[in-house]
């Protein structure tokens, strides 16, 4: 349970910080920037996936958070210098991912209040 009270930490800092903090990015990178907060997005869900299926490992954790993030930035950098809308595969491949990692966590939430 200690790692997932670290988590919500995180998160909540995370949120207060991006909150209050005045950062700014050119309008021109936000097709990027949406892009690669879907991907975090979706490994968040699949990391408190993991961890209520008991088999959460931080590495793959860190490494899938950034490694998607950026991978979908690129994918839709390249696309964008191709007049080719790249980006669509990652939003059909993250946003996919992302309902079905928050099906799988409303369905344990579910059958665990079920059996109290």
């Given at each position: 349970?200690?790692?997932?009270?670290?988590?919500i930490?995180?998160?909540?800092?995370?949120?207060?910080?991006?909150?209050?903090?005045?950062?700014?990015?050119?309008?021109?990178?936000?097709?990027?920037?949406?892009?690669?907060?879907l991907?975090?997005?979706?490994s968040?869900?699949?990391?408190?996936?993991?961890?209520?299926?008991?088999?959460?490992?931080?590495?793959?954790?860190?490494?899938?958070?950034?490694?998607?993030?950026?991978?979908?930035?690129?994918?839709?950098?390249?696309?964008?210098?191709?007049?080719?809308?790249?980006?669509?595969?990652?939003?059909?491949?993250?946003?996919?991912?992302?309902?079905?990692?928050?099906?799988?966590?409303?369905?344990?939430?579910?059958?665990?209040?079920?059996?109290?």
């Amino acid at each position: 349970m200690k790692p997932l009270i670290i988590a919500i930490i995180g998160l909540m800092i995370g949120v207060v910080l991006g909150l209050y903090l005045p950062i700014t990015y050119p309008t021109s990178y936000s097709l990027y920037m949406s892009v690669a907060i879907l991907a975090a997005l979706d490994s968040v869900f699949g990391g408190i996936r993991s961890h209520m299926e008991g088999r959460f490992n931080s590495t793959i954790f860190v490494t899938g958070f950034f490694g998607n993030a950026i991978l979908a930035g690129i994918l839709a950098y390249i696309g964008d210098r191709l007049g080719v809308p790249l980006y669509y595969a990652a939003i059909f491949a993250f946003g996919g991912r992302l309902f079905q990692n928050f099906a799988m966590i409303r369905r344990y939430l579910i059958e665990r209040i079920s059996k109290k």
